[in-house]
């Protein structure tokens, strides 16, 4: 199939496109206001992919497993949609968020060392950051972060207020994927079939820088 016409709503045509072995190269619909490419191996590895303009790449190993991620799980080579996460050959790596408005470099991202006033796994330096694990109430909170296992908006023991507008989230998970608690456990803001959920921290009025990590 090359085509598929929707009768009512042209904007949702489809086009497909194909390489001479049969395998699914491109796709867009609606006269390419939605598109997305693969440059495909000899053996249909992914060696990157094109998603309306942004371009990801991937490498593979002998045995067509991904090399750019790591022993922890984490991506180390990604660049998608205006974010960019790469790693040097050293391990270092830096982190560009929202246009390259910030920028963290390795020993202050992911797995960096712990240092008095960032715990393992932290990306900011400071004794005022606040530092919110999104798990299931049994499991343990990382050192240095306070647990959020999808409580509804509150005061907290700890002192702080937050948590989840609407009502209870109960899609809270560890993955078991990963060593660091804080990249293997997460909770879901769009589950399938629910509204959208809204996080909330109570906080002065002001502006703050608020990296966001989920996992791979």
Do not use: C
Request: charged share 20%; hydrophobic share 35%; glycine share 10%.
């Amino acid at each position: 199939m090359t085509t598929e016409a929707d009768s009512v709503v042209a904007a949702s045509n489809q086009v497909f496109g194909y390489d001479p072995q049969d395998r699914l190269t491109s796709w867009n619909r609606g006269a390419n206001t939605q598109a997305q490419s693969w440059a495909l191996s000899p053996v249909g590895d992914w060696q990157s992919t094109t998603r309306d303009g942004a371009t990801e790449t991937r490498t593979h190993n002998a045995v067509h497993e991904v090399t750019a991620i790591d022993a922890l799980g984490r991506r180390v080579q990604k660049t998608v949609n205006g974010y960019a996460m790469t790693y040097v050959s050293a391990g270092a790596q830096e982190i560009f968020e929202a246009g390259d408005d910030y920028a963290y470099l390795a020993e202050q991202a992911n797995g960096g060392p712990a240092t008095a006033d960032r715990p393992l796994g932290g990306i900011l330096s400071g004794a005022n950051v606040i530092r919110v694990n999104a798990q299931p109430s049994t499991t343990s909170s990382p050192p240095g972060y306070i647990p959020d296992s999808g409580d509804i908006y509150g005061a907290r023991s700890s002192g702080a207020t937050y948590g989840w507008r609407d009502g209870t989230q109960d899609h809270a998970v560890e993955a078991h994927r990963v060593a660091l608690l804080n990249f293997d456990t997460d909770n879901e803001m769009q589950h399938l079939g629910e509204a959208d959920a809204v996080w909330e921290y109570a906080l002065p009025n002001g502006d703050y820088p608020y990296p966001l990590i989920q996992p791979v």
